[in-house]
T-cell receptor, first 112, second 114 residues
């Protein structure tokens, strides 16, 4: 059964460093998403991406964040200058239509 | 804006017992999704409900959406240790958001004791 994959599974970085989180969505899906979950808190929407552009973003998704689909398979989330409060589990999701989203296993980001 | 409220926050049951988890919204839901999450892992899709009064089942898990589309319940029959995890309800198209953005409840932590 096809699934969303994410790399790396864990990332430790120093405050102020740039990180790139990578996702491979399910192959015939057209909509792509990033969510995050700070430890002990709710899963929060960051951004959705369709037809090679951002379709919606939350107030969390400020200028420090960017997304890209550099080729036909990868979908990336870049954080330009990480802050301590960016420490969280980041989930990629994809969907064929604007309905059921399938989530990846997540990347646990720790900013020191 | 009103968010999704889940109850209970946590639940401990003996293996073989039935249980129900609720998800409530103050606004009519467009789509209601149930996911399961194991601690520190990804979200596994369980079921989607869209129509008022809709009910879906998968193995021993049944989810319902009420007629007013403001409350959903997830019922597990004859629980097993494999059912343990965090159950999340999510909704789209409400709370002033557009498109497919999902808003999630806080989750219900289920423990099933053998």
């Amino acid at each position: 059964e096809p699934e969303v994959t994410q790399t790396p599974s864990h990332q430790v970085t120093q405050m102020g460093q740039e990180v790139i989180l990578r996702c491979v969505p399910i192959s015939n899906h057209l909509y792509f998403y990033w969510y995050r979950q700070i430890l002990g808190q709710k899963v929060e929407f960051l951004v959705s991406f369709y037809n090679n552009e951002i379709s919606e973003k939350s107030e969390i998704f400020d200028d420090q964040f960017s997304v890209e689909r550099p080729d036909g398979s990868n979908f990336t989330l870049k954080i330009r200058s990480t802050k301590l409060e960016d420490s969280a589990m980041y989930f990629c999701a994809s969907s064929r239509t604007e309905e059921t989203q399938y989530f990846g296993p997540g990347t646990r980001l720790l900013v020191l | 804006s009103q968010e999704l409220e889940q109850s209970p926050q946590s639940l401990i049951v003996q293996e073989g017992k039935n249980l129900t988890i609720n998800c409530t919204s103050s606004k009519t839901l467009y789509g209601l999704y149930w996911y399961k999450q194991k601690y520190g892992e990804g979200l596994i899709f369980l079921m989607m409900l869209q129509k008022g009064g809709e009910e879906k089942s998968h193995e021993k898990i049944t989810a319902k959406l009420d007629e007013k589309k403001q409350q959903s319940s997830l019922h597990i029959t004859a629980s097993q240790p494999s059912h343990a995890g965090i159950y999340l309800c999510g909704a789209n198209g409400v709370f002033g958001t557009s498109g497919s953005r999902l808003t999630f409840g806080e989750g219900t932590q289920l423990t099933v004791n053998p």
